[in-house]
């Protein structure tokens, strides 16, 4: 029955009407930002089955992410079992870990098979997400960031193979992040889910992050929460002001809601066929659910 739900699945992806298909595909996407079991939150589907579902869509590659341990050594257990698509991991830098912690990071770039490629800095438990509600995990403080973050940019800068994302951190911590990053020379960075909460960049600050050289991250999962204000229409005048160049398209889905979501792979191409139906071109479309996410991951054009 679970595989014929999952051929259902994929072919539902496929039954797109033609003129659709001429222009937005999920053929080479690259989704940096999913949600899987196993995971001790809840989730709406299995690592393998995301792997199984982008695979048969057509897509390119998918980063598996998980706010409390490292992913690198399920990304290459799905890459066995799911072989035809590439899966990534990565490493928050959340109290789970030790908070920042370099030495996790350290390990998580030493897995083997390599799969390891996103370090997140801290998320659920950033100080901006917690609020002085409890336990958190600091990256500045007095306006400047800690020793203890600048030691860990020095070490990523020093992996290539790794990009750096700014986690739920505030707007002006994720500047200060991408202003030292770039400046230690990390090559990508990017701003997690940047415009929309927690961190809740301006058109002003986001501007800012791209000419410093930063991608900014827009989730589909962010429209869809229950009560939010977010839509598809304001990504798409935010992209338009920041340059599609500078954004990166993620599903942010894979989470357990008491309310209709898609699956990863369904919803990457429902969010590229409305931000097209918004008004960006195809080609802007693809840049940024495809290009840019690719060149963050170090995969070949």
Not at 115 to 132: C, E, M, S
Request: hydrophobic letters at 45%.
């Amino acid at each position: 029955m679970k595989t014929l739900a999952l051929a259902a699945a994929a072919l539902a992806l496929l039954a797109i009407p033609a003129t659709a298909q001429d222009t937005i595909s999920l053929k080479g996407v690259v989704d940096i930002h999913v949600h899987q079991d196993p995971d001790s939150a809840p989730r709406a589907i299995d690592a393998d089955d995301v792997a199984r579902q982008a695979k048969a869509a057509g897509m390119r590659a998918v980063v598996l992410k998980n706010h409390w341990e490292d992913t690198a050594s399920l990304a290459y257990m799905v890459r066995k079992i799911v072989p035809g698509i590439e899966v990534f991991g990565g490493i928050t830098q959340d109290l789970a870990v030790g908070g920042i912690n370099i030495e996790a990071v350290k390990h998580m770039a030493d897995m083997k098979g390599g799969y390891g490629r996103i370090v997140w800095l801290p998320t659920f438990d950033a100080q901006n997400q917690v609020k002085d509600k409890g336990p958190e995990v600091k990256v500045s403080e007095n306006g400047k960031l800690l020793p203890s973050v600048l030691v860990l940019l020095d070490y990523i800068a020093t992996r290539k193979q790794l990009a750096l994302e700014t986690g739920h951190v505030s707007a002006e911590e994720a500047l200060m992040v991408i202003r030292e990053a770039r400046a230690r020379g990390i090559q990508y960075v990017v701003a997690t889910h940047g415009m929309a909460g927690p961190t809740n960049l301006s058109v002003a600050q986001a501007q800012e992050a791209a000419h410093m050289g930063a991608y900014i991250e827009f989730v589909y999962g962010g429209t869809l929460e229950k009560g939010s204000k977010l839509t598809v229409e304001k990504y798409a005048e935010w992209i338009k002001a920041v340059g599609p160049q500078h954004c990166i398209l993620a599903s942010d889905l894979g989470g357990a809601r008491p309310y209709p979501r898609p699956m990863p792979a369904q919803g990457m191409l429902d969010f590229m066929n409305a931000l097209h139906k918004a008004g960006l071109s195809v080609a802007d479309v693809n840049l940024m659910a495809k290009t840019n996410p690719a060149k963050v991951l170090g995969l070949e054009p």
